[in-house]
């Protein structure tokens, strides 16, 4: 048996996205921003959408495969697959998960979507009028601890205490996708920058998170599109090989009610190895960050997590300067990612990956050819991604 | 200023046990002014939140032990943004996470009592004060925790 991996067998070929939208203004439904989207990013690769066989999501996407499937008129379905469990966690395992299927030969081309309309269904951060609460969430729901804002603020809160990190390391955080989106026409935030004073003197959600250390609620959809690495490699867009991908969790990560024995943490620590084991990169080699802002303390342990800097360094480390595509050593989301250009739960920071490994960012990074792609951290699974150029693939 | 007779409004989703059961005891435990937390009978391993088997020695035969109602904070946090609808006027209140040293160090959720505006620190030893609410359907209770003397 040869080496089990998913390094350079895979790569996206194309990525498509509709309009971004602040949360219920989207005019159209959910379901069409899902077909809008994939219709986008097939289109970007040059393929026709009934050559589509396999469908991928996570976070209980509510656009099923098959309903996809006879819409388009794909002219077989294959794989139809979705991440069980840790909702914007499985991003980049969803986008794995396709890759699995091109490069065992389950499928040939596999899309890894996901589309939102908050408008039409419940919001994330809002706790439904249930009269009564049960399991897991009745030993911390009765208590006011009901949305991920709250819980998962007691984690970067244990964390911070742990290591001595100070609020301005979230700020840098949240300053650098503001800075981000102010050149990306796209993004819900272009034209309205963020400053030192203005996070100072934001309203706070759940310390130590204000207002602009936790991603938007927003409607829109994204899609990118897995082929073979040798498929991709005669097709239209310059093509972003997976180098790795890993998914799960540490030692009983989702033991409840706070219990997870390394709970100031964003459940990376087992996770990152495997990632650089299969993508063999190392920290050091990463030109880009994309890291999902569910809250910017989960940014920072994340960062810490993948190794990137050490959690004494976080400090140093986490300022804006250090963080632009134009002079930072660690650009982070350099589309504005979560916060500032658009939570479409991840998946537009593969898309903004794929852009910088192509040249085409907006905010570029001068010779990306290493980009890792990280998605919600905190929950379980987590999941995390690399992609490389051709030069990267070696 | 309006004697509150709960430290959050009443309208809250109130904690009921699975349809299974499981977590049965340590409700009804509360309502009696009793912490009762899972440990092992085979193995005496703590365990919290509940579960039917134990995670050490994967015995089903798990105990209810009462546990005396006292800890440290191990984090916090302070809620500003109102995200029910019962929680619109009531202003900042205060989550933490106590770890309980006489139970294995298992940690519990619950409220930090007093001033909302007090600061808070991790490592702070706290004690246990039940909340009865008879007045509701089903009545319950919880356990929240005030900064010891
Ligand atoms: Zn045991």
């Not at chain 2, 005891?25 to 509360?30: D, E, S």
């Not at chain 2, 703590?46 to 984090?75: L, M, N, R």
């Not at chain 2, 916090?76 to 205060?94: C, E, F, K, S």
């Amino acid at each position: 048996m040869g080496e089990r991996t998913l390094r350079g067998k895979t790569a996206i070929a194309g990525v498509g996205e509709t309009k971004y939208y602040k949360h219920g203004k989207s005019p159209d439904p959910e379901f069409k921003l899902a077909l809008m989207a994939i219709l986008s990013a097939c289109e970007d690769a040059g393929i026709n959408p009934r050559d589509i066989d396999g469908f991928s999501s996570y976070s209980n996407d509510r656009n099923e495969p098959p309903r996809l499937a006879a819409a388009f008129g794909c002219r077989e379905l294959r794989f139809s697959n979705m991440q069980w469990g840790g909702g914007g966690g499985g991003g980049a395992a969803a986008i794995a998960n396709a890759a699995a299927a091109v490069a065992t030969g389950m499928a040939d081309c596999v899309v890894a979507y996901r589309s939102l309309a908050q408008g039409q269904f419940a919001r994330f951060g809002r706790s439904a009028g249930a009269k009564t609460v049960t399991g897991e969430m009745s030993l911390s729901v009765p208590y006011g601890a009901m949305t991920p804002a709250q819980r998962y603020s007691m984690k970067a809160m244990r964390f911070m205490h742990e290591h001595g990190i100070k609020q301005e390391a979230l700020r840098a955080i949240a300053l650098a996708s503001y800075h981000h989106a102010q050149k990306n026409p796209g993004a819900v935030m272009h034209g309205r920058p963020l400053d030192e004073a203005k996070y100072d003197a934001s309203r706070w959600i759940a310390e130590p998170h204000h207002l602009y250390d936790c991603c938007q609620e927003n409607d829109g959809a994204a899609a990118v599109i897995v082929v073979s690495a040798e498929r991709a490699k005669d097709m239209r867009q310059k093509p972003a090989f997976l180098l790795g991908a890993a998914a799960g969790g540490p030692y009983r990560a989702a033991a409840a009610a706070a219990n997870t024995p390394d709970f100031g943490s964003s459940h990376f620590t087992t996770v990152a190895p495997h990632l650089y084991d299969m993508a063999k990169v190392t920290p050091k080699d990463v030109d880009v960050v994309q890291c999902y802002e569910n809250f910017t303390g989960g940014v920072l342990m994340s960062l810490v997590e993948h190794g990137l800097f050490k959690a004494e360094e976080a400090n140093d480390v986490l300022k804006l300067p250090n963080l632009t595509a134009e002079t930072g050593k660690l650009p982070l989301n350099t589309s504005g990612g979560n916060l500032a250009e658009c939570y479409m739960h991840g998946l537009e920071l593969h898309t903004e990956a794929v852009r910088q490994l192509r040249g085409t960012s907006f905010n570029q990074v001068k010779d990306a050819e290493v980009a890792l792609v990280v998605a919600g951290p905190m929950v379980t699974p987590v999941s995390t991604s690399i992609y490389g150029s051709e030069a990267a693939l070696g | 200023m309006t004697a509150r007779s709960s430290y959050l409004p009443e309208g809250l989703p109130i904690p009921v046990p699975e349809a299974d059961g499981l977590s049965a005891p340590h409700w009804a435990g509360l309502r009696q002014n009793t912490l009762r937390i899972q440990c092992c009978k085979k193995c005496s391993t703590w365990q919290w939140g509940p579960e039917w088997i134990c995670h050490a020695c994967h015995s089903f035969e798990i105990d209810w032990k009462t546990v005396e109602p006292s800890g440290t904070i191990y984090s916090w946090t302070r809620v500003w943004h109102p995200t029910h609808t019962v929680l619109n006027d009531r202003g900042p209140y205060i989550v933490v996470v106590v770890e309980l040293p006489h139970a294995g160090s298992v940690r519990v959720i619950g409220n930090l009592l007093g001033d909302a505006q007090q600061p808070v620190t991790i490592g702070a030893k706290v004690v246990g004060v039940f909340e009865q609410h008879d007045g509701t359907e089903p009545a319950y209770a919880l356990l929240h925790w005030k900064v010891a003397d």
